[in-house]
């Protein structure tokens, strides 16, 4: 059975702190990851990654994947309060665009 | 562009009714997804579509659940009869060539 496990489950941050999302698969048919973002309505795509070693990077935004050990990573520098969202990790499993997701990260960023 | 268009965007209905939930996917995507999301079992795949055909509803919990597209432009969710277990948030996404997905704004159901 296909796994995407994400960790941790939530965490508070100050403004301005550093946070490192993971997220590990186990995966039948691996085609690429997804990172999307959560707030109080529907997921909105921020990173996908198909190859190993090359980092995705978006303003404060950043994700790299490694396809030998499995996992990627989602960075966010001098976070705001308007970071505070659930994250989201998807595997692509086959070429109809099926998405395999983990249970997300609880990210809260406080003043 | 207008992005997916979902409707109704909140339901509440008593057990035992009949609920629809409808979707239009973005213009010119070929590829649509039906998705449960709860606190308890996160987002959930329910079924999903290409070319109007459906390809995977292994995710489609039980017979009460049933899901059409009649064309590239529409496709409904049916939960016939509705149970309170079903309550959650129901979105849809599209996708084009490439691999990623668009999500709609979703449909919250709280079946009482």
């Known amino acids: 059975e296909d796994k995407v496990v994400q960790s941790p489950l939530s965490l508070v941050v100050h403004e301005g702190d550093t946070v490192t999302l993971n997220c590990s698969y186990e995966v039948t048919n691996f085609r690429s990851l997804l990172w999307y973002k959560q707030e109080k309505k529907a997921p909105t795509f921020l990173f996908m990654l198909?190859?190993?070693?090359i980092e995705k990077k978006s303003g404060r935004l950043s994700s790299i994947l490694d396809k030998k050990e499995l996992f990627s990573i989602l960075n966010i520098t001098a976070t705001q309060t308007g970071d505070s969202a659930v994250y989201l990790c998807?595997?692509?499993?086959?070429?109809?665009?099926?998405?395999?997701f983990g249970a997300g990260t609880q990210v809260v960023v406080t003043p | 562009d207008a992005g997916v268009i979902q409707s109704p965007r909140h339901e509440v209905t008593e057990m035992g009714q009949e609920v629809t939930l409808r979707c239009k996917p973005i213009s010119g995507h070929n590829s649509l997804f039906w998705y449960r999301q709860t606190m308890m079992r996160g987002l959930e795949l329910l079924i999903y579509?290409?070319?109007?055909?459906?390809?995977?509803d292994s995710g489609m919990p039980e017979d009460r659940f049933s899901a059409k597209m009649p064309n590239a432009s529409f496709s409904t969710l049916k939960i016939q009869p509705s149970e309170p277990r079903d309550s959650a948030v129901y979105f849809c996404?599209?996708?084009?060539?490439?691999?990623?997905?668009?999500f709609g704004p979703g449909t919250r159901l709280t079946v009482l």
């Open positions: 579509f290409n070319n109007n055909v459906p390809i995977d």
């Open positions: 996404a599209s996708r084009g060539d490439a691999d990623t997905q668009y």
């Open positions: 998807a595997v692509l499993t086959d070429s109809w665009g099926k998405l395999q």
């Open positions: 198909t190859s190993s070693g």
